[in-house]
């Protein structure tokens, strides 16, 4: 029998399988999960429940998740003295979709960040974060609703590929005088970062958010960069994104420039406007023009400032779930993380990876039972009946716990 971490592959599932380049989804597919540190334990246990009531909702017995439990964080720690086991990568390889919580960045031990090892070992290139308001959610903005966007950020590649030297090292000297020698003047006494940018990165990222937008019926993709002033690598990304939509996408994408040339300014039926802006005056867009966007594409560091930023704008962290998503390999999750000081207090927002869910059962064509959940969260936030987090924010609310807040939404399901 397949095992991972000595654990054997529950017998009643099958593994999503990669056909003629599409998924293929059985009625029981496994799908490994990690808990997740801290808070992790609590939201895991509210969102399983969520996700079972709605697969059971939309489906009546026909289909159903089968959860299998596979270690990273502390919990693997403590179980197998390994904060990341190979075997938990290797199942999220043999399964193709998996979902986790929030994990601790260990302290010391070589290991940057659990999540970083896990996106770049397992070559999950796009880091996607749909931002959208529910109704009823505090915002600092009058219209959040005017925003909803997919952010896909590069992950891979920009100032963070890890290419740094401290000050003073010997790598640090060495690059600023071979910097010298090639007539660019750097202070002695600095530290360096490399920004690498390429075209194979750079292509893959716009073509799976060129696809997301058609299969999604998304009629804008937004290259957001700094072009104007990195112009061989963040101005590059832009042109091969435009580069990429010719040579791939010309049958239904059209340019700004063509819009107004040959189309009065009016986006034909079944085309995608790409569009670029400068980042700067992105941060400005989407608070002035939010409803102008849609899919945005942008390298790893304008991508990483810009979800934060629409997350805010449309009610915080407490709500914003994401995934890194390569070929076809998934891991969904939230993107805050661990809250250490409510751990085991069943008091934290689950909604992040609840939201998490959501997109996976998009992924794998599940919509009914994605659809289901969304519809129920937002009666529950309109209900007025809300962790703590949103509780605070909120007149008249009733705060719950995070079990009662799931049981709110599975009652919403109706
Ligand atoms: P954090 O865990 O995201 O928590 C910071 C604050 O954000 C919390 O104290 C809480 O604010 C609020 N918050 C976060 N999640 C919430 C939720 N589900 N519901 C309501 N409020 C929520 O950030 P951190 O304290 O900087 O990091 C703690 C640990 O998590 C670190 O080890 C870090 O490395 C790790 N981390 C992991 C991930 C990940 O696995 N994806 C991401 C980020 C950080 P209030 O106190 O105001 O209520």
């Not at 399964?95 to 397992?122: D, E, M, Y």
């Not at 030297?165 to 660019?184: V, W």
């Not at 810009?306 to 994401?322: F, K, R």
């Amino acid at each position: 029998m397949l095992s991972f971490n000595n654990i054997p592959v529950p017998a009643e599932g099958e593994k999503i399988e990669i056909r003629d380049g599409q998924l293929v989804v059985p009625n029981r597919p496994i799908i490994p999960f990690i808990e997740g540190d801290g808070t992790g334990r609590d939201i895991w246990r509210a969102a399983s429940r969520v996700f079972n009531a709605a697969v059971e909702k939309a489906y009546r017995g026909e289909r159903q998740v089968v959860w299998y439990e596979i270690f990273a964080g502390e919990k693997a720690y403590k179980k197998f003295g390994e904060w990341l086991p190979r075997d938990t990568v290797e199942a999220i390889r043999e399964f193709t979709v998996a979902i986790k919580g929030p994990l601790t960045t260990p302290v010391g031990g070589g290991i940057r960040s659990l999540n970083v090892t896990l996106r770049q070992v397992l070559d999950l290139y796009a880091c996607v974060r749909p931002v959208r308001w529910y109704r009823g959610v505090p915002s600092p903005v009058k219209h959040p609703e005017k925003l909803n966007v997919v952010i896909f950020r590069e992950n891979t590649e920009d100032v963070y590929a890890g290419i740094e030297f401290q000050q003073g090292t010997e790598q640090a000297q060495k690059t600023i005088e071979f910097l010298r020698n090639l007539g660019y003047s750097v202070r002695p006494d600095s530290g360096i970062g490399i920004k690498p940018i390429s075209i194979f990165a750079t292509k893959r990222l716009i073509r799976k958010a060129i696809r997301y937008a058609l299969e999604n019926g998304r009629r804008v993709v937004t290259l957001v960069h700094k072009g104007n002033i990195m112009k061989f690598t963040e101005g590059a990304f832009r042109d091969w994104g435009y580069q990429l939509a010719k040579e791939e996408f010309s049958d239904v994408t059209v340019t700004e420039q063509e819009l107004w040339e040959k189309h009065d300014g009016r986006l034909p039926e079944g085309k995608i406007l790409i569009n670029d802006r400068i980042a700067d005056s992105m941060f400005q867009q989407v608070l002035t023009r939010p409803d102008e966007y849609s899919v945005i594409a942008t390298p790893n560091l304008n991508g990483d400032y810009l979800s934060d930023a629409c997350a805010a704008q449309v009610g915080g962290l407490g709500l914003a779930p994401g995934a890194n998503i390569g070929d076809y390999l998934a891991l969904f999750e939230a993107t805050h993380g661990t809250a250490p000081k409510y751990a085991d207090k069943d008091v934290i927002n689950p909604s992040a990876v609840i939201l998490a869910g959501v997109m996976m059962f998009e992924y794998i064509g599940w919509r009914e039972a994605a659809s289901l959940i969304t519809t129920a969260i937002e009666r529950t936030i309109e209900q007025k009946i809300v962790t703590y987090d949103l509780a605070r924010l909120m007149e008249g609310a009733r705060q719950v716990k995070t079990s009662e807040f799931a049981t709110a939404i599975i009652e919403n399901m109706g």
